[in-house]
Antibody, heavy 125, light 106 residues
Framework: EVQLVQSGAEVKKPGESLKISCKGSGYSFTSYWIGWVRQMPGKGLEWMGIIYPGDSDTRYSPSFQGQVTISADKSISTAYLQWSSLKASDTAMYYC??????????????????WGRGTLVTVSS | DIQMTQSPSSLSASVGDRVTITCRASQSISSYLNWYQQKPGKAPKLLIYAASSLQSGVPSRFSGSGSGTDFTLTISSLQPEDFATYYCQQSYSLFTFGPGTKVDIK
């Protein structure tokens, strides 16, 4: 089965570090970009960044650049999202996604076709 | 950055209604527009990609149209399982989601 399996919920204190994971299976993990999407409580979806596990090429949303680090270990088909110093405002559900594409005569249309179930991160003193 | 807006932000409709949701980009994005559906407590699900292409397994009552800056998601006959929040997303320059449109029961 093609799927992204995310690590479990986390409860942390402000200032602590955290690394959550997303393991791909059922497809060639190194062939597709993996992204991260934040959803704060009761709010909409925000794209954070994306990584190509094949060579770890990474792009960030300007809103999240410098705030988080995205990485991947292709040997175990896993992508990561990490924080060095959490804030209460980092409390949210975090989804990993696979970027897929539609090729229309050489024009590539990108979209997120596969989603993990989400990792809930709660930051509270 | 490309900004996305959606209207309305919420709507109430009845089973069987035709529902239309609009998405607008702050600059032309050609057909680089996707639509997702999210139900409470669940991960979003892809409905439409490249503005009008129906994702495999998605019912044909869902359709998308538009290009440039203005796009539409239409549900031809609303079903009970369609009550959810719908998000548009541009993929012309990295990715940006719209703020969402919540569809609830009238």
């Amino acid at each position: 089965e093609v799927q992204l399996v995310q690590s479990g919920a986390e409860v942390k204190k402000p200032g602590e570090s955290l690394k959550i994971s997303c393991k791909g299976s059922g497809y060639s993990f190194t062939s597709y970009w993996i992204g991260w999407v934040r959803q704060m409580p009761g709010k909409g979806l925000e794209w954070m960044g994306i990584i190509y596990p094949g060579d770890s090429d990474t792009r960030y949303s300007p809103s999240f650049q410098g705030q988080v680090t995205i990485s991947a270990d292709k040997s175990i088909s896993t992508a990561y999202l990490q924080w060095s110093s959490l804030k209460a405002s980092d409390t949210a559900m975090y989804y990993c996604v696979r970027r897929y594409y539609y090729d229309s005569s050489g024009y590539y249309y990108w979209y997120f076709d596969l989603w993990g179930r989400g990792t809930l991160v709660t930051v509270s003193s | 950055d490309i900004q996305m807006t959606q209207s309305p932000s919420s709507l109430s409709a009845s089973v069987g209604d035709r529902v239309t949701i609009t998405c607008r980009a702050s600059q032309s994005i050609s057909s680089y527009l996707n639509w997702y559906q999210q139900k409470p407590g669940k991960a979003p699900k892809l409905l439409i990609y490249a503005a009008s292409s129906l994702q495999s397994g998605v019912p044909s009552r869902f359709s998308g149209s538009g290009s440039g800056t203005d796009f539409t998601l239409t549900i031809s006959s609303l079903q009970p399982e369609d009550f959810a929040t719908y998000y548009c997303q541009q993929s012309y320059s990295l990715f940006t989601f719209g703020p969402g449109t919540k569809v609830d029961i009238k």
